[in-house]
């Protein structure tokens, strides 16, 4: 995900149409997995959002200005405001998917390390957070996952958990997070 370099970018947002070309060739297999993971591909819905993604990049980058952040944090803003528009006029889908059950931050850390492939360092720096913030998000999911797949505890209605538990043996502040300020949510 590092293959976007300052001089790319800096030649496509002057309008060169190769630089435009490479951009673009680099930039869609990132915003196609993206699309897929936030929305699903069963239908090419995601795929389609991920083509306007590309395209409201495209647009969007003659005000792209490298002090505002790496052009992968801008494309991902485009990207997760676009994903996020598309859930909210599709509404919610009634689902038994373990996945959804998470904490919006830690699906979208989820996605960007595990289906997209980014790092902690590069996950920390789109969603503006620390890496040892992405990388405690990271746990937190994967632990709610496993104890949602497997029988026990995890599967066990709230009122049959012993007082001060959560779903994985943490108290319910734990799940959410360390109070120190640090690790708050990340913005996008």
Request: aromatic share 6%; hydrophobic share 35%; with cysteine.
């Amino acid at each position: 995900m590092c293959a976007y370099r300052n001089e790319p970018v800096a030649a496509a947002v002057t309008g060169k149409q190769a630089a435009l070309h490479g951009l673009l060739a680099t930039m869609q297999p990132f915003v196609t997995r993206y699309c897929r993971a936030r929305i699903g591909c069963h239908d090419g819905t995601a795929d389609s959002v991920a083509r306007e993604v590309c395209r409201a990049v495209l647009g969007a980058l003659p005000g792209y200005r490298e002090q505002d952040g790496s052009f992968l944090c801008f494309v991902y803003r485009i990207a997760a405001a676009m994903a996020d528009a598309h859930q909210t006029t599709r509404g919610p889908a009634p689902t038994t998917n373990p996945y959804e059950a998470l904490a919006p931050e830690q699906r979208e850390v989820l996605v960007l390390r595990a289906v997209i492939g980014l790092s902690a360092v590069e996950t920390a720096t789109i969603l503006g957070c620390t890496d040892a913030r992405v990388r405690v998000l990271q746990h937190h999911a994967l632990n709610t996952l496993r104890a949602s797949l497997q029988p026990g505890e995890g599967n066990r209605p709230e009122s049959d958990r012993k007082p001060g538990t959560g779903t994985i043996g943490f108290s319910p502040d734990q799940e959410r997070g360390c109070d120190d300020a640090q690790f708050r949510s990340c913005p996008r």
